[in-house]
């Protein structure tokens, strides 16, 4: 043999290759083919193209928000304008893209495919949850259209209930709505996850995708109804003043704050822990080696969903808590950035030994990585109780939580979505562009956010639209970072929709990847599987993927 | 700090000079900067040992040079490692910020009390001396300060961050903070909790005066009239003083030198008397009924301003004997008393 190749990329030969004649996208045709399906996979693909326009118009408010503080002055737009700036950047970003980005799309398409199964075990639920995800897309885009809302995606009480008078009850409905689409997908993930699994197909025979969405599901399922409750509460207190949240009438507006991030704090762990799924899935199959210590990534991915659900007060520490219940929630807050630590030390352990390949979705886990730790670590500032007087509703907190979010999660996004690509289109990316636009991507995100973090500790609030002169110089940093990420993020999209019809014919499984969502044809049947296949060996096992290959070359031959 | 005061001195001033921390002007200040570079050294040996962790395993295990992998379970001693030391790393932070934390929010007993008010959007400042101010605070240096925090409408937060402090700014609640200023000069007030339309224009100066300097300030601009002055007069205007009359028999219970006190409560709680317990107890009467009185004292929401609530807290806060609000009670029932007498004389 000669010297090992750079890539482990194997595609078959592209001048006899075609995409297999019979798959889910031309099982059927016609749009109402595609609107009344109840197959997982076209529900993932309209969720992919629902959330990536509405990542664009998130994205777009986040540049003009960038562009008004490239200057001190409040020259660009008027404060209110502003506020309806931030506040539709938060709430779309966060409700329309961010929570169902991974489940809804990669979840979707691949918890079925992984563990073996036809569907998910609520077909019509999960093609009602889409429509309700829409629903509540048109609503947020009608209050935007009409006029806009201001309330910060917080929708703090009173200021939500009683002091604005923009499309604020449009608004909550809309996320009230949405939020029903994210518990459907939730319960639909746990009865699948614990009833359809593929005959051999143990807990522990499970990718670790499927053990993150699992964990997140949990979060979905328990938490949301919550946010349900206290927006609901909100449109009560602004339709008929029914007083829970006005001090006036007996009620406490903090009260409003522990229901909303009860429910809002897990949230960061739907958001982030299906991207951790994801990266597990990316560092195995470049690196050629199970991961390094599969079980404790699994039980830390647990261990985050329990914890997460007791940390939510470490966003009230300054707000006239009782400092003893500020103390427990401190501790629990350090006892919750464990499991991430573990599971980052297990990923860069799996890479040891192994044989490694630098495409696409390996270039965008290790962004993840550096970018994910300094979000964790950030937070640790957050949750140690005296730092975090100075450090809250300041810029450190955006740093924050967008190095967490839009480093992490939007990392593991696209190195998710450049890894099962082929899968889901059978067609391969251009690699070269795209590894420039993971690097693009990193160097804007580095740019835009770290200035934020010296911005924080000087002070400088957010969601303020003028500032003190003195911190114009990082604010122009940071202007030009957005800069730069808003072309790492259109790239992929260009040549995302080029490689629909010209990319290489991907073959079953271009990555030499185990999980069973590669055994079968790109794009899939609609039914996955042409008969269920069964488990008899252990996840990400790359000795029987060997054989197995080897056996099918004999048996062709 | 375990280095050198020289060594600091230089460090402080390198940075202040390169603007990426603001400055140190409280008694604070140091204290939060020290476990601001633990935490960022922390983040920095975690970062650089993640990345480290990620160049040499990606070199040396490339597929170039390491064709095939082998195949590793785990170690359960490398996880425990990667657990307990996170995790004690962890604590130490707990521990540090949580005695920051309490050292931020306690306010030592010899503080004196400034009251701040938020409301959309402004910070009105009143001092117990009369000094009204609005979007400023002149405050003196060497000198323990509480303030004292409420808002009108929506919630504020209070945040100085050259002495490194900030407090939420609720409705319906008192909150305090304190701080010492230790440098005289004029520093940022921001008000960093999200509160509608001119949110980034809630922001005020901080002067922070020299003991001699302040004292003159307080001469000049006080309005002549102190919190409690204002407050005894709300206090006989409103007729308290016609129930709280501090007498025995009287319908309301006395309160001169309430303030500090413990009071059992109708419902067998017991309370101390601060300024919150006093606020609330203006507001819902009924729910403050002190033992042995009958709940027939209404409620007052609505009808005085958080200003006037302060001037009667701070009234009460100072009265110590009843001689005053007698006085006050027999004026007013003798002008009550005297159109009658005048009525002679009526044409």
Redesign the interface.
């Known amino acids: 043999m000669s010297a090992p190749s750079p890539t482990i990329l194997n595609l078959p030969d592209q001048s006899t290759a075609q995409l297999p004649r019979r798959n889910f996208i031309n099982a059927e045709h016609g749009l109402l083919s595609w609107l009344f399906t109840s197959d997982h996979k076209r529900i993932a693909i309209l969720y992919l193209i629902s959330i990536t326009f509405f990542f664009f118009i998130g994205g777009a408010f986040a540049g003009l928000i960038r562009l008004e503080l490239l200057t001190p002055q409040p020259d660009l737009v008027s404060s209110d304008t502003y506020n309806k700036f931030f506040t539709m950047h938060g709430i779309i970003m966060i409700f329309l893209f961010l929570v169902p980005s991974v489940p809804a799309t990669l979840g979707n398409f691949l918890i079925p495919m992984m563990i073996g199964a036809r569907d998910l075990a609520f077909p019509k639920i999960n093609l009602l949850s889409w429509y309700l995800y829409v629903i509540g897309g048109t609503l947020t885009l009608t209050a935007l259209v009409l006029g806009g809302v201001d309330t910060g995606w917080t929708f703090t009480a009173p200021l939500s209930t009683h002091y604005l008078n923009t499309h604020v009850i449009t608004t909550a409905s809309a996320i009230f709505v949405a939020g029903f689409s994210s518990i459907f997908t939730g319960l639909n993930f746990i009865v699948t996850i614990h009833r359809m699994r593929c005959p051999g197909m143990t807990w522990f025979r499970m990718p670790l995708f499927v053990w993150a969405h699992y964990a997140a599901s949990i979060l979905m399922v328990l938490g949301t109804p919550v946010v349900a409750i206290a927006l609901v509460l909100v449109i009560l207190e602004r339709l008929v003043g029914i007083g829970v949240f006005d001090p006036t009438k007996g009620g406490d507006p903090l009260l409003f704050q522990h229901l909303f991030w009860f429910y809002s704090h897990p949230a960061v762990y739907i958001m982030i822990l299906p991207g951790m799924g994801v990266i597990s899935e990316v560092v195995s199959t470049f690196s050629r080696k199970r991961i390094f210590g599969y079980t404790a990534v699994a039980f830390s991915s647990v261990a985050i969903a329990l914890f997460g659900f007791f940390v939510w007060e470490h966003h009230m520490f300054i707000m006239g808590v009782s400092n003893y219940s500020a103390l427990i929630f401190s501790l629990l807050t350090m006892l919750v950035a464990v499991p991430s630590a573990i599971k980052i030390f297990n990923w860069c352990f799996t890479l040891q030994q192994g044989s490694i390949t630098f495409e696409t979705p390996m270039l965008y886990a290790f962004g993840f990585m550096g970018l994910f730790t300094i979000g964790g670590l950030t937070g640790v500032f957050l949750g140690s109780l005296g730092m975090d007087i100075q450090l809250t509703e300041t810029y450190f907190i955006v740093a924050h939580f967008h190095f967490v979010m839009v480093g992490g999660m939007l990392m593991a996004f696209l190195a998710g979505v450049h890894f099962w690509w082929p899968k889901m289109t059978g067609r391969m990316y251009p690699e070269s562009l795209s590894k420039l636009a993971a690097v693009v991507t990193f160097i804007g995100f580095i740019l835009t956010f770290m200035p934020q973090f010296v911005l924080g500790y000087l002070g400088m609030p957010r969601r303020y639209h003028a500032y003190p002169p003195e911190f114009q110089v990082l604010n122009v940093l940071s202007t030009a970072g957005a800069t730069i990420l808003g072309i790492g993020y259109l790239m992929p999209m260009i040549y995302l929709a080029w490689s629909l019809k010209y990319g290489a014919i991907a073959g079953d499984n271009p990555w030499q990847a185990t999980g069973l969502e590669w055994q079968t044809q790109s794009p899939p049947l609609t039914e996955n599987f042409i008969e269920i296949p069964i488990m008899d060996h252990e996840a990400y096992d790359y000795d029987w993927l060997e054989h197995k290959t080897a056996d099918e070359v004999t048996h062709v031959g | 700090m375990g280095i050198s005061p020289v060594l600091w001195q230089f460090l402080v001033k390198w940075l202040n000079a390169s603007?990426?921390?603001?400055r140190e002007a409280s008694t604070i200040a140091p204290?939060?900067d020290s476990?601001?570079f633990f935490?960022i050294a922390?983040?920095l040996v975690?970062?650089f040992l993640?990345?480290a962790?990620?160049v040499t395993?990606?070199i040396r295990?490339?597929?170039?040079v390491?064709?095939?992998?082998?195949?590793?379970?785990?170690?359960t001693l490398?996880?425990a490692t990667?657990?307990i030391i996170?995790?004690g790393l962890?604590?130490i932070?707990?521990v540090?910020?949580?005695?920051?934390?309490?050292?931020?929010?306690t306010p030592p007993a010899n503080s004196s009390n400034i009251y701040i008010v938020g409301k959309?959007w402004m910070w009105k400042a009143e001092h117990p001396g009369g000094q009204h101010e609005i979007n400023a605070l002149h405050v003196p240096v060497g000198q323990p300060i509480q303030l004292t925090l409420i808002s009108q409408?929506?919630?504020h937060?209070f945040?100085i961050?050259?002495f490194?402090?900030?407090?939420?700014v609720?409705?319906?609640?008192y909150?305090t903070v304190w701080f010492e200023a230790t440098t005289p000069g004029q520093y940022?007030l921001?008000?960093?909790?999200?509160?509608?339309?001119?949110?980034?224009?809630m922001i005020g100066t901080i002067t922070a005066l020299s003991p001699a300097d302040y004292k003159k300030w307080t001469e000049q601009s006080t309005s002549g009239m102190s919190l409690a002055q204002n407050g005894e007069r709300i206090f006989a205007s409103m007729g308290c003083n016609a129930c709280h009359t501090g007498n025995a028999a009287a319908r309301g219970p006395n309160l001169a030198g309430v303030y500090g006190s413990r009071l059992r409560l109708t419902n067998g709680s017991d309370v101390l008397v601060n300024e919150a317990y006093l606020r609330d107890a203006i507001l819902?009467p009924s729910q403050h009924v002190t033992s042995g009185y009958t709940p027939i004292m209404p409620t007052y929401?609505?009808q005085i301003s958080e200003d006037g609530l302060i001037d009667l807290v701070e009234y009460l806060k100072n009265l110590i004997s009843n001689d005053r609000v007698q006085q006050t009670l027999t004026t007013s029932q003798s002008g009550q008393a005297a159109p009658q007498a005048s009525g002679v004389v009526k044409p």
């Open positions: 603007a990426l921390f603001p204290y939060m476990l601001y935490l922390i983040t975690g970062v993640v990345a962790l990620l395993f990606s295990y490339r597929k170039a390491h064709p095939v992998a082998t195949q590793v379970e785990g170690s490398l996880e990667w657990t996170p995790l962890f604590l932070c707990f540090w910020g949580a005695l920051l934390y309490f050292r931020i929010y959309q409408d929506v919630f937060s945040s961050p050259e490194r402090i900030k407090r939420e609720i409705p319906g609640r909150s940022h921001f008000c960093t909790q999200y509160c509608g339309t001119d949110h980034s224009a819902n929401q609505g």
